[in-house]
């Protein structure tokens, strides 16, 4: 089983629509929960991390953790074209890190 | 731009052969990590080094090895290869006693074995 399983997508939404990306993991021991942005042919980016249950927000981004349930998602409110890209999961402890396969977000204008 | 250099961008070689990617961390940053990044796999971590030592390991395979120098650049030698092996290999570096999963890549090694 993976550590981490990410919903595949590709997604493709309008220009002000909500995306909602989500995730889950397999081991409670994880403490850091992350969001990668990734353009195509560039480096993944960190675009937000938490440590806890709970809403965590940026501008018109929103990560969510819900450590009960293991799930980990990824709000986008007024999504822009330049939203567009691959969005990755992380989750960690200690010093390994393990990455959600990826989901590809088009935002279309 | 995230500050860490990696070196060739492309690279096409052919099964069997040798290649040495390179990574340059963020300055001050003592920890780097190797990812291998393919289509079906997602970012899989194959080593961390801090300050010269390993850290971590991954799925690293065995033809695979890597090092860190005392400038704190990072190696990574791929042996034996195989088309397998075609894939975007990243490289991060993370702040000194970072633990909060901030993680800056570079733009990657795209890797072609033919």
């Known amino acids: 089983q993976k550590e981490v399983e990410q919903d595949p997508g590709p997604l493709s939404v309008p220009e002000g629509a909500i995306v909602s990306l989500n995730c889950t993991y397999s081991?409670?021991?994880?403490?850091?929960f992350m969001w990668y942005r990734q353009y195509s042919r560039k480096g993944p980016e960190l675009l937000m991390y938490?440590?806890?249950?709970g809403n965590k927000e940026d501008g018109r981004f929103t990560a969510q953790v819900d450590k009960s349930s293991k799930y980990i998602s990824l709000f986008i409110r007024d999504s822009q074209p330049s939203d567009s890209a691959t969005y990755l999961c992380a989750i960690g402890m200690g010093n390994q890190f393990y990455f959600g396969t990826g989901t590809s977000l088009t935002v279309i204008p | 731009d995230s500050g860490v250099t990696q070196t060739p961008k492309h690279l096409i070689t052919a099964t069997g052969q040798r290649v040495t990617l390179r990574c340059s961390p963020r300055s001050g940053d003592l920890s780097v990590y190797w990812y291998q990044q393919s289509l079906d796999q997602g970012l899989q971590f194959l080593i961390q080094?801090?300050?010269?030592?390993?850290?971590a390991k991954g799925n690293i395979l065995e033809r695979f090895s890597a090092q860190q120098f005392p400038d704190l650049h990072s190696e990574l030698n791929l042996s034996s290869l195989e088309l397998g092996d075609s894939a975007l290999y990243f490289c991060a570096s993370s702040p000194r006693g970072a633990r909060t999963g901030e993680l800056f890549f570079g733009e990657g090694s795209r890797l072609t074995v033919l």
């Open positions: 081991n409670s021991a994880f403490q850091y």
């Open positions: 938490t440590y806890s249950s």
């Open positions: 080094y801090y300050n010269g030592e390993e850290r």
